[in-house]
């Protein structure tokens, strides 16, 4: 895909304030959306909703996508992906049929209209009503003037024959009056039938593989046997995986992509994703959360952070400086104490100190920091003679 269809705000709102947020490319894969979801705090209190900041080839669809659920936004963007040329202009083209007609338009309205563009006819035309009745005429589709004697012919008002066959029609103009749609056939209901329910992927990355210099590439579910990446060499025909490029399409840790991407070595590649797959849903958020700390964007140091894991304390609630400061209030005080205290601590700056002190790492996922208080390094700040420590 060369550019998203929307590009969309994830946002959660506990107690009615607006909490954090993740921006998203749309269409989206599970785990990109999965990611998102966590960094928002998706069910884990207030509400959360989305909204769309950019509608790329779309833009007729603004007024008619406000706050949405994610899910659905998401099947309307894939299907969108599958429209071209003439499909999008027909796709349009029933979007304005609507509106015109007063028909209220929805999420599952549009995915419908996107689903049913086959029942649609497009004519380029040069701009106006009268190409569309000199059209019509000229092509059979006004019996009464079949036998018309040529010299009746060039006197016909072929304006008033296109506003007449479009207001029989229905039919609309779109690109600036230089197209013109009209429904020939029922529309398909197709969203009723949609699972939007989150779907597990069977892999941990996904891999776009392809035979150097070539234009054909094959999907590779890491991790995977021995068989499945000889299989590969076959499929391709090539002697070893030196001959292979590929482009890593999706990943459970999405910010891991585009190490993915660099490594040279599938057996790193595969031996990584194995690695991650053996980790619980709590570890993989940790790991999210080391990641973005560290900065890390190479295998070798992903590896480096999953053996170290155990030197980190992971906090999911950390998600601000209040947060830090509440918490460690609990520790110190009684629920009493506490409360009588609160309405005077500047909880904010109160864990503003506790971070800085406490050398906690805030992240998208919540706070991380080691077990020993000492700072969290960035991979370009460990030290490189010996390799690098990650702790």
């Known amino acids: 895909m060369d550019k998203p269809i929307f590009t969309v705000c994830v946002y959660n709102c506990p107690e009615g304030v607006c909490g954090a947020t993740a921006d998203i490319d749309l269409p989206a894969t599970e785990y990109e959306l999965e990611d998102a979801l966590q960094k928002v705090r998706d069910g884990e209190g207030g509400e959360t909703m989305v909204s769309v900041e950019s509608f790329g080839d779309f833009?007729?669809?603004?007024?008619?996508?406000?706050?949405?659920?994610?899910?659905?936004?998401?099947?309307?963007?894939?299907?969108?992906?599958?429209?071209?040329?003439?499909?999008?202009?027909?796709?349009?083209?029933?979007?304005?049929?609507?509106?015109?007609?007063?028909?209220?338009?929805?999420?599952?309205?549009?995915?419908?209209?996107?689903?049913?563009?086959?029942?649609?006819?497009?004519?380029?035309?040069?701009?106006?009503?009268?190409?569309?009745?000199?059209?019509?005429?000229?092509?059979?589709?006004?019996?009464?003037?079949?036998?018309?004697?040529?010299?009746?012919?060039?006197?016909?008002?072929?304006?008033?024959?296109?506003?007449?066959?479009?207001?029989?029609?229905?039919?609309?103009?779109?690109?600036?009056?230089?197209?013109?749609?009209?429904?020939?056939?029922?529309?398909?209901?197709?969203?009723?039938?949609?699972?939007?329910?989150?779907?597990?992927?069977?892999?941990?990355?996904?891999?776009?593989?392809?035979?150097?210099?070539?234009?054909?590439?094959?999907?590779?579910?890491?991790?995977?046997?021995?068989?499945?990446?000889?299989?590969?060499?076959?499929?391709?025909?090539?002697?070893?995986?030196?001959?292979?490029?590929?482009?890593?399409?999706?990943?459970?840790?999405?910010?891991?992509?585009?190490?993915?991407?660099?490594?040279?070595?599938?057996?790193?590649?595969d031996s990584t994703a194995a690695r991650i797959t053996q980790l619980s849903a709590e570890k993989i958020l940790s790991l999210k959360a080391l990641v973005e700390a560290t900065q890390c964007s190479d295998l070798f140091d992903a590896v480096k952070l999953i053996d170290s894991m155990d030197a980190y304390t992971f906090t999911r609630k950390y998600d601000g400086p209040e947060a830090v400061a509440l918490d460690e209030l609990s520790v110190l005080l009684g629920e009493n104490d506490k409360a009588t205290l609160l309405p005077f601590v500047d909880l904010y700056r109160y864990g503003e100190k506790l971070i800085e002190e406490q050398n906690i790492s805030m992240t998208a996922y919540g706070g991380i920091e080691r077990k020993d208080r000492q700072p969290i390094q960035t991979v370009c700040q460990e030290p490189q003679m010996g390799g690098m420590s990650m702790m």
């Open 59 to 269: 833009p007729f669809l603004r007024s008619h996508i406000g706050e949405a659920d994610i899910r659905a936004l998401n099947a309307l963007a894939n299907k969108l992906t599958t429209l071209e040329g003439w499909q999008i202009d027909a796709f349009e083209g029933l979007v304005r049929m609507d509106e015109n007609n007063g028909v209220g338009i929805d999420l599952p309205r549009l995915y419908d209209l996107a689903a049913s563009v086959d029942s649609c006819q497009v004519l380029y035309t040069d701009d106006d009503y009268e190409s569309i009745g000199r059209f019509y005429a000229e092509n059979g589709f006004v019996p009464e003037l079949e036998n018309l004697p040529d010299i009746l012919w060039e006197i016909l008002d072929f304006r008033q024959l296109g506003q007449r066959m479009a207001a029989q029609e229905g039919g609309v103009f779109i690109n600036n009056d230089h197209g013109y749609v009209v429904r020939i056939d029922d529309l398909k209901e197709e969203f009723k039938n949609l699972d939007l329910t989150p779907k597990k992927p069977d892999y941990t990355v996904l891999l776009e593989v392809s035979a150097r210099d070539t234009e054909e590439s094959i999907p590779l579910k890491l991790p995977c046997s021995r068989s499945v990446l000889d299989a590969a060499l076959i499929r391709l025909k090539v002697d070893d995986w030196s001959e292979f490029s590929w482009r890593c399409a999706d990943c459970r840790i999405p910010a891991l992509r585009e190490a993915f991407n660099q490594t040279d070595s599938i057996v790193i590649a």
